[in-house]
């Protein structure tokens, strides 16, 4: 029952309640804790505990973000996170033999005996387990191997259910990028295109606001061909692309909405298939284009963004989370560790595609980027640079940082996205061909990031072209893309005051791809 319990568990705190429920017994404990290193293995964050039995009743199980303090500290389940070494402690003399100054708050100051193991990952501890005792109490050497056997499928249960949390949080923040875009987008599946999901702009060109996506019926939308004819249900372009498979492009629809108005909109539709092909859904977007044709490149761009660049992480993602799920004694740990490798990578693909769709929806609405803050370009940059290397390890990047840098000024969230996004561009285009070199300048007015690649450069006719929206080379349209990082990179640029700018380089060929930020001044004092 532990082993089952732990691998259908979706989350941190629910693998801890299972642990301290089932996994005392075993050797008689009835205090326990177990606790996580935070994102920068700072501090140690308890999520869970079972505190002592009262006369009558058991200890009660508590769950959720509990506390947390310094993983330096001298609490017993720092400490064995810290070191990855485990802590045994037979009796109440020898506990405050070892912690004097054991704080009365802790878990750890509850038990008179107790054996304090790390959870470890794959490459390092990532926190630690309590089992406590209300007697003095030598473990044997079976029940110590019992222990350990716990410790070892808690982390292996809290690494699983945190990919499940990964998954969950970018399917809930992709489901509000979504529901906030200025095109509607409706999502439809098998048999027949039947209605599943409908955003927020669907029910404006409709009417029809606050309508469930169940209530939705394709029978019940009047659209009309160019000719006039009114279109079943099955002629929908979603229903088309979920029964015949087809994407569609283009389709102009007049519709007659609830006020017995009538609008023009521009429908596309693309289905969704699994990995053997076969169509699992289909995704159709609206746009509104009465007053608007100019809208047509931008659909067409949308639609190929949910149907393959969201699709693909989407669709690893949860094929590799359905092979985590299987119990443990059935999957090879090398498979394992493969399969976790894949999942993180195209959940940070998919991290990345909702950043910059969620600068997209903000410059839509004409939502500006206001933050002044202070930037040390000479911390920034390298961890830029770092996650980038590791995201294309087969492009070498250089980067040369001058001594004495000014401080720049801008956000730093945003400021390591444009340049993700700006390194990303030259290892995708440029960076088979050399290395991808960064370069930082300093002038009276503005610093100057330069990235430079030796790939095959800028057409002079598309210069201005290259940071519009959904652009792609035509030089480059064979690479995996939507068109999107380089417009996110001038629209967070510019609301910050700076400038960016894409040239060819005039001495060794290749890209150069800039950006100018303005100079942090510091208030006077007096």
């Known amino acids: 029952t532990l082993t089952t319990d732990l691998a259908a568990a979706t989350s941190p705190a629910e693998v801890a309640g299972i642990v301290l429920d089932l996994g005392l017994a075993e050797v008689g404990a009835t205090i326990g804790a177990v606790a996580m290193l935070d994102s920068r293995a700072e501090e140690i964050v308890v999520i869970g505990r079972r505190e002592a039995a009262a006369?009558?009743?058991?200890?009660?199980?508590?769950?959720?973000?509990?506390?947390?303090?310094?993983?330096?500290s001298s609490r017993p389940m720092a400490e064995v996170a810290r070191t990855g070494q485990p802590v045994y402690v037979?009796?109440?003399?020898?506990?405050?033999?070892?912690?004097?100054?054991?704080?009365?708050?802790?878990?750890?100051?509850?038990?008179?005996?107790?054996?304090?193991?790390?959870?470890?990952?794959?490459?390092?501890?990532?926190?630690?387990?309590?089992?406590?005792?209300?007697?003095?109490?030598?473990?044997?050497?079976?029940?110590?191997?019992?222990?350990?056997?716990?410790?070892?499928?808690?982390?292996?249960?809290?690494?699983?259910?945190?990919?499940?949390e990964a998954e969950r949080n970018a399917r809930l923040t992709l489901d509000a990028v979504i529901r906030q875009m200025p095109v509607g987008v409706v999502v439809g599946e098998p048999p027949d295109g039947h209605i599943v999901f409908a955003n927020d702009e669907v029910g404006r060109i409709w009417q029809k606001p606050g309508r469930r996506a169940e209530?939705?019926?394709?029978?019940?939308?009047?659209?009309?061909?160019?000719?006039?004819?009114?279109?079943?249900?099955?002629?929908?372009?979603?229903?088309?692309?979920?029964?015949?498979?087809?994407?569609?492009?283009?389709?102009?629809?007049?519709?007659?909405?609830?006020?017995?108005?009538?609008?023009t909109v521009l429908v596309g539709s693309a289905p969704v298939r699994d990995a053997a092909g076969i169509v699992i859904a289909a995704v159709m977007t609206l746009s509104d284009v009465s007053g608007r044709r100019d809208a047509e490149a931008m659909r067409e761009a949308f639609v190929s963004v949910i149907s393959h660049e969201l699709r693909t992480p989407i669709t690893a993602?949860?094929?590799?989370?359905?092979?985590?799920?299987?119990?443990?004694?059935?999957?090879?740990?090398?498979?394992?560790?493969?399969?976790?490798?894949?999942?993180?990578?195209?959940?940070?693909?998919?991290?990345?595609?909702?950043?910059?769709?969620?600068?997209?929806?903000?410059?839509?609405?004409?939502?500006?980027?206001?933050?002044?803050?202070?930037?040390?370009?000479?911390?920034?940059?390298?961890?830029?640079?770092?996650?980038?290397?590791?995201?294309?390890?087969?492009?070498?990047?250089?980067?040369?940082?001058?001594?004495?840098?000014?401080?720049?000024?801008?956000?730093?969230?945003?400021?390591?996205?444009?340049?993700?996004?700006?390194?990303?561009?030259?290892?995708?285009?440029?960076?088979?061909?050399?290395?991808?070199q960064v370069v930082v300048e300093s002038g009276p007015d503005e610093i100057r990031i330069r990235v430079l690649d030796e790939g095959p450069g800028i057409d002079e006719g598309e210069v201005d072209r290259l940071f519009e929206l959904f652009y792609r080379s035509p030089k480059t349209s064979t690479a995996v893309g939507a068109g999107i990082g380089l417009f996110v990179a001038r629209n967070l640029v510019q609301s910050m005051g700076g400038r960016v700018w894409a040239r060819n380089q005039a001495d060794r060929g290749g890209a150069e791809f800039g950006v100018g930020l303005r100079l942090f001044q510091e208030l006077d004092a007096s």
């Open 317 to 436: 993602i949860y094929g590799g989370v359905q092979v985590l799920r299987r119990p443990p004694d059935r999957l090879d740990p090398s498979l394992r560790e493969e399969v976790i490798e894949d999942v993180a990578a195209e959940t940070e693909r998919l991290n990345r595609l909702v950043e910059d769709l969620l600068v997209l929806a903000r410059a839509e609405r004409g939502v500006a980027v206001t933050a002044e803050d202070p930037i040390l370009l000479g911390h920034l940059l390298p961890r830029a640079v770092e996650a980038e290397q590791q995201r294309w390890p087969t492009t070498r990047f250089e980067m040369a940082l001058p001594a004495g840098l000014p401080t720049a000024l801008g956000d730093e969230g945003y400021l390591e996205q444009v340049f993700r996004n700006l390194l990303s561009n030259a290892a995708k285009y440029g960076g088979g061909s050399g290395p991808v």
């Open 90 to 164: 037979p009796s109440r003399d020898a506990l405050l033999d070892r912690y004097p100054g054991l704080d009365t708050t802790w878990t750890e100051a509850t038990c008179v005996a107790m054996a304090v193991v790390p959870l470890n990952g794959r490459d390092r501890a990532i926190g630690s387990l309590c089992i406590g005792f209300e007697a003095d109490r030598e473990l044997s050497p079976g029940e110590r191997a019992y222990v350990d056997w716990l410790a070892e499928r808690t982390a292996q249960a809290i690494e699983r259910s945190r990919l499940f």
């Open 55 to 72: 006369p009558e009743s058991p200890g009660a199980i508590i769950t959720g973000r509990l506390g947390q303090g310094p993983l330096a």
């Open 215 to 263: 209530d939705l019926r394709l029978d019940e939308w009047a659209g009309y061909t160019k000719d006039g004819r009114r279109l079943e249900a099955s002629e929908w372009p979603l229903a088309r692309s979920v029964i015949e498979g087809v994407s569609l492009t283009g389709e102009e629809i007049e519709i007659a909405r609830a006020d017995g108005s009538r609008r």
